[in-house]
């Protein structure tokens, strides 16, 4: 008895592939890797620009770039990495386009760093002989990225560090010249002219502190 199967068109099949997806975490089988390796790292940049070079190493022993995809994910240690290309590898899995509209939305709606990966991946796919060349500058735009950070974050601590110092040493003055000279002492606290010129310092310093930290957090 000859059994029936009925014909399901591939794009049903591809739509009910990417909702069950989209509603469970992807999980890899492998070897359990160790608690350290687990850890997420501190510098997301850098895991992108990582993870496009192991993209590029995996591209140029052969394989395709849709493999050379999956192997690295399957290779990745970043959680966070490979839950940000979830959509992306569900269309390397199905053959599915990558530049496929879900694909951009998602990006879109990622970090500034992961967005910059799924995009860069999207790009290699469409270069052709080129997508070896278009992963090396974006691993390079993303180390770039990172060592512009770091420098904009050392300089931020250093304006912190000499705002600290520039408010304190007017208060540590103050204070040991009230301690230490009458006179002094007498001219702030003696009369009403002292007392606002003492609070309207202190109220400036508070001022210039956060004002100083607003433009350093603004640049971090």
Do not use: K
Not at 17 to 33: E, H, N, S, Y
Not at 60 to 88: F, Y
Not at 96 to 108: C, G, H, K, R, S
Not at 200 to 211: F, K, P, T
């Amino acid at each position: 008895m000859q059994v029936i199967r009925p014909v399901v068109p591939a794009v049903v099949v591809r739509a009910l592939a990417l909702r069950r997806l989209a509603d469970r975490p992807v999980r890899f089988v492998g070897r359990p890797q160790p608690e350290r390796a687990r850890r997420e790292s501190a510098e997301p940049a850098l895991d992108a620009a990582a993870f496009l070079d192991a993209v590029d190493r995996h591209l140029r022993l052969g394989s395709s770039l849709r493999g050379a995809i999956q192997s690295t994910v399957g290779e990745s240690h970043s959680t966070a990495l490979v839950d940000s290309l979830r959509v992306l590898l569900l269309h390397c899995r199905t053959g599915a386009p990558l530049d496929d509209p879900e694909v951009l939305e998602d990006a879109a709606r990622r970090s500034t760093d992961e967005a910059f990966l799924i995009r860069s991946l999207v790009a290699a796919a469409a270069g052709g002989a080129g997508a070896s060349f278009a992963l090396q500058r974006a691993s390079w735009a993303l180390r770039e990225r990172h060592a512009i950070r770091t420098e904009r974050r050392t300089f931020a601590a250093q304006a912190v560090f000499a705002a600290r110092v520039l408010s304190w040493l007017p208060v540590i003055f103050g204070v040991l010249m009230s301690v230490t000279n009458s006179s002094v002492r007498s001219a702030y606290f003696g009369g009403p002219f002292g007392l606002v010129c003492v609070v309207g310092g202190v109220a400036l310093n508070l001022v210039g502190r956060r004002w100083m930290r607003r433009i350093t957090c603004s640049f971090d």
